[in-house]
């Protein structure tokens, strides 16, 4: 099992930006495919981002064109770029392994709002 730690998160003006990131010890982001997932209040868990070992990247149509999945060169952090944000990207943010579920993190909270 791995240990994820999500970071980042905070208050937003609709309109904004912030990035979030999320560590991992060792390589594990290099082997396996990556996810970045959010949880709104009252709604379930959704898969909202996600990278190939390869490189591919994949959005859920809520958040196309506005975010953004990345990971650094070293492979130990992993990155989500949220442009745009609207009051309804109001949620905590996880990471995992999609293919490969790790326990879950505490996530960080994104609120955006005026």
């Known amino acids: 099992q791995v240990q994820l730690v999500e970071s980042g998160g905070g208050l937003v003006q609709p309109g904004g930006s912030l990035r979030l990131s999320c560590a991992a010890p060792?390589?594990?982001?290099?082997?396996?495919?990556i996810g970045w997932y959010r949880q709104a209040p009252g709604k379930q868990r959704e898969l909202i981002a996600r990278?190939?070992?390869?490189?591919?990247?994949t959005y859920a149509d809520s958040v196309k064109d506005r975010f953004t999945i990345s990971r650094d060169n070293g492979q130990k952090t992993v990155y989500l770029k949220m442009n745009s944000l609207k009051p309804e990207d109001t949620a905590i943010y996880y990471c995992?392994?999609?293919?490969?579920?790790?326990?879950w993190g505490q996530g960080t909270q994104v609120t955006v709002s005026s």
């Open positions: 995992n392994l999609p293919l490969y579920r790790q326990p």
């Open positions: 060792g390589n594990i982001f290099s082997r396996y495919v």
């Open positions: 990278m190939s070992v390869g490189g591919r990247t």
